[in-house]
């Protein structure tokens, strides 16, 4: 189960060798091949898209589009039990990121000097969805929802086949109830390097969103040094619950499971400063895990992972912002005060009836989320992941004579004469 570090005595850190590295794969052994891939989707587009599928995905297809006749067909195998809980996920999810919309607001910084700011959807995106072990249909709503509020005019989403050349109804159903018809059955860096390149039949995106295994992660990375833009740095997902005697053991076991079964590169992190409370989920641990159809991965992961336990709650904090995690659960007494206290974490869940499952699907925030630490700097996914801001500015005679002093100025103190006679020649 968890490897136990106990640091109520210690002047050692948890960081460093042998403490809380995150899982890594070296990339080095990814690099020929994710770039020989990538080359020739850029040179031969939809026929080394086509290559790739059946090297890959076991399946040869002669056309990867999918057509109206399979939505509807995708559309009619799905429950009404699983549409209705599809449905609210994503009316919880609009609703919530409805609210980032906000109307353009005109400063005059100086009478005459208007000044504003307008967001502008990003005109193509794409979206990348894992399919696999786990069709990670809840990602579409995560990722459609905002395109669509932010007003991007062209939305593509890649998924791979299964053996059969389809893809997983629930992804389809998903995908038309947010409004995205441009879908393709392309798995993996194929499907990176077709929205980034674009194809005869995908189009070239300005930015790809979404997560994928290590050779999809590292395809993102080699595209976006080429200039085009991703959502963020990735890596395995991850789950840190800050918990003391008030948390239900049971409950802190489960979430560290549910992150856990992701994949064997997962890790979750359990910190608390009652000891009894860690044998407990160590022994809540042992009782669940052997119940998941996906224990194997979440034994795996576990080996990852390390309960610690510190002395007071503000080494507890300390250790949980510097950890930075991608999903933070607080099963603490006086839990909202605390997380008030966190400064960095992807999304945090507040108290014992607030398990991380419940944003990853359908509370409304978004689980598209940084990991390896990246949420000390970055954000979540949201709104305006999709959007550009531009600033305006407009002046009025009277407006460019009340500044012109001060610009002029500065032209010229910074030695830019060009810049100074743009305001001087309008002057005279």
């Not at 300005?206 to 080429?226: H, M, R, S, W």
Request: net charge negative; aromatic share 6%.
């Amino acid at each position: 189960m968890l490897t136990i570090l106990d640091l109520r005595n210690s002047n050692t850190t948890p960081f460093g060798a042998g403490g809380l590295q995150r899982p890594a794969f070296d990339t080095s052994s990814l690099t020929e091949k994710v770039k020989n891939v990538l080359a020739d989707i850029r040179q031969n587009g939809d026929k080394a898209v086509v290559k790739y599928t059946t090297q890959f995905d076991g399946v040869a297809l002669d056309n990867f589009v999918v057509s109206e006749a399979e939505i509807n067909e995708a559309v009619s195998l799905i429950s009404d039990d699983l549409k209705q809980a599809i449905e609210q996920a994503a009316a919880n999810i609009k609703a919530f990121h409805s609210k980032q919309l906000s109307p353009i607001e005109i400063i005059e910084t100086m009478s005459g000097i208007q000044c504003w700011r307008k967001s502008v959807g990003i005109e193509k995106v794409g979206l990348y969805i894992p399919g696999g072990s786990a069709p990670l249909f809840s990602t579409i709503l995560m990722l459609g929802i905002p395109a669509q509020l932010a007003g991007c005019k062209e939305i593509v989403l890649c998924s791979p086949p299964n053996k059969e050349g389809k893809l997983h109804p629930a992804i389809l159903f998903a995908a038309q109830l947010v409004g995205i018809t441009k879908v393709f059955k392309i798995g993996g860096v194929q499907a990176i390097g077709a929205m980034a390149y674009g194809t005869a039949t995908v189009p070239k995106v300005y930015k790809i969103f979404g997560p994928g295994n290590q050779y999809v992660t590292y395809a993102k990375q080699l595209i976006q040094q080429e200039g085009v833009a991703i959502d963020m740095p990735a890596g395995p997902s991850e789950v840190c619950v800050l918990a003391d005697d008030t948390a239900v053991p049971a409950y802190v076991a489960a979430d560290l499971l549910s992150q856990a079964e992701h994949g064997a590169d997962s890790q979750v992190i359990l910190v608390s400063t009652s000891e009894s409370l860690v044998e407990k989920v160590q022994a809540a641990l042992t009782e669940q895990v052997v119940l998941l159809n996906r224990k194997e991965t979440a034994i795996k992961a576990l080996d990852n992972s390390k309960a610690i336990i510190v002395t007071t709650l503000d080494e507890a904090i300390d250790l949980v912002n510097e950890y930075a995690a991608e999903h933070l659960i607080i099963s603490y007494s006086n839990a909202d005060a605390i997380a008030e206290r966190i400064v960095n974490a992807g999304s945090i869940f507040i108290g014992n009836y607030s398990p991380e499952s419940v944003g990853d699907y359908a509370s409304g925030t978004n689980h598209t989320l940084p990991t390896n630490g990246f949420a000390k700097a970055y954000s979540g996914v949201s709104v305006d992941s999709f959007v550009k801001k531009i600033t305006m500015q407009k002046l009025s005679q009277q407006g460019l004579q009340s500044i012109a002093k001060t610009v002029v100025k500065m032209a010229e103190a910074e030695g830019l004469d060009a810049h100074a006679n743009a305001v001087k020649i309008r002057l005279n």
